[in-house]
């Protein structure tokens, strides 16, 4: 499977952006999909994750109430709304897939995408 993020940008705090994950190679629907985000000097960190078929999503505390994942697998993509913006959500933002469980473990994930950059300014 072969993951391309994009959708990040410059945006003021308070602002908006839609991340989309979109795969080639292989169906999404097999697989449980993430997004993680790494901050300079920072580990890379599980944002949200959603089920095979999008019924179950969860989220890290931070983002709770501002980000919303989903996915289309018509269309082979995965989403993350991004609502509220701080600057604190300043980070590369990467999508990843998990063929096995639902995990917020980044060693779980077996493909990852190349990464999407979101700047929040104050």
């Known amino acids: 499977v072969q993951l391309q993020a994009s959708g990040g940008g410059l945006v003021q705090a308070g602002g908006s952006l839609r991340l989309s994950c979109a795969a080639s190679?292989?169906?999404?629907?097999?697989?449980?999909m993430g997004w993680f985000r790494q901050a300079p000097g920072k580990e890379r960190e599980f944002v949200a994750g959603?089920?095979?078929?999008?019924?179950?999503?969860y989220y890290t505390d931070p983002v709770k109430g501002r980000f919303t994942i989903s996915r289309d697998n018509a269309k082979n993509t995965v989403y993350l709304q991004m609502n509220s913006l701080k600057p604190e959500d300043t980070a590369t933002y990467y999508c990843?897939?998990?063929?096995?469980?639902?995990?917020?473990?980044?060693?779980?994930?077996?493909?990852w995408g190349q990464g999407t950059q979101v700047t929040v300014s104050s």
């Open positions: 990843a897939a998990s063929g096995s469980f639902p995990t917020p473990l980044s060693r779980d994930y077996d493909y």
């Open positions: 190679g292989r169906t999404l629907s097999s697989y449980f």
């Open positions: 959603i089920g095979w078929s999008g019924g179950r999503t």
